[in-house]
C-alpha cells in the first residue's frame, strides 16, 4: 500500500480521530493536574496573589499564557491526525506572540530607559528558566504518549507543538508564583523556557513519533 493511501485511510479513520483526542484533552488534563500539583507542593502560589491578581500586568501575564496554551494544544489535536492542514491554526499562534510584544513594546515607551535593564532581568529569572521546564514536564509526557496513538505525518513538528503546548501549560502554571509582572521580563525568560521546550519536544517527537 502506498504511503498516500494509507495517509488517506487513517485520516477518514473517525474512530481513531477520536480516540487521539480523548486521549489528547486526558493527557493534558493529567498534566495540568501533576504540574499544579507540583507547584502547590514546592514553591506555592505568590504571596501577594490576593491583590496582584487585580492588576492588569498579572492578568496580562496568566491570560497571555493560558491562551497560548489552548492555541497550542489545538495545533497538537490537529497534527496528529494525517492529512490535515494544521496552517490556521498555526497561524493562531501570532496572536499571543502579537499580544506580548504590543505590552513590551508599550513598556519600553512608558519606561524610562534607566529602569529597562531593571524590568528585563527581574527577580528570578534563572528561576523562571528551569521552573517552567519542570512544570512542562507531565504534560509534555502525557502529550507525547498520546500522539504515539496517532499518526502524525511530520513527527518532529508535531513533538514541536507538543512541546509548545506542555510549556505554556507550565509557564501558566508558573505565572501564578511568578513576582516579575513585567512584559519586558515574560517576553525574555517566559518565552526562552518554552521555546526550549519546544525545541526538546521536536528533538523527542523526530524519534519517538515516527510510524
Do not use: N
Not at 490576593?50 to 498579572?58: D, G, H, K, L
Amino acid at each position: 500500500m502506498k504511503t498516500d493511501e494509507l495517509i488517506r485511510l487513517l485520516a477518514q479513520d473517525a474512530p481513531v480521530r477520536r480516540r487521539l483526542g480523548r486521549m489528547l484533552v486526558l493527557a493534558l488534563v493529567f498534566g495540568i493536574a501533576a504540574s499544579g500539583l507540583l507547584l502547590l507542593s514546592t514553591v506555592g502560589l505568590r504571596a501577594d496573589l490576593s491583590t496582584a491578581i487585580e492588576t492588569v500586568r498579572v492578568i496580562f501575564k496568566i491570560a497571555t499564557t493560558l491562551l497560548l496554551a489552548v492555541l497550542a494544544f489545538l495545533v497538537v489535536e490537529r497534527i496528529g491526525r494525517p492529512g490535515l492542514s494544521v496552517r490556521s491554526q498555526a497561524f493562531s499562534l501570532l496572536l499571543p506572540a502579537a499580544l506580548l510584544l504590543s505590552a513590551t513594546l508599550a513598556e519600553l515607551f512608558v519606561l524610562p530607559r534607566g529602569e529597562w535593564t531593571t524590568r528585563l532581568l527581574g527577580r528570578h529569572a534563572a528561576f523562571c528558566v528551569f521552573f517552567i521546564p519542570v512544570l512542562s514536564l507531565a504534560p509534555l509526557s502525557g502529550l507525547m504518549l498520546a500522539l504515539r496513538h496517532g499518526a502524525p505525518a511530520h513527527p518532529g513538528l508535531a513533538g514541536a507543538a507538543a512541546g509548545l503546548a506542555a510549556s505554556a501549560v507550565g509557564a501558566a502554571l508558573y505565572a501564578w508564583h511568578c513576582p516579575d509582572d513585567s512584559p519586558l521580563f515574560m517576553a525574555t525568560w517566559y518565552t526562552l523556557a518554552i521555546g526550549l521546550v519546544t525545541l526538546v519536544g521536536y528533538g523527542i517527537g523526530r524519534k519517538a513519533l515516527r510510524w
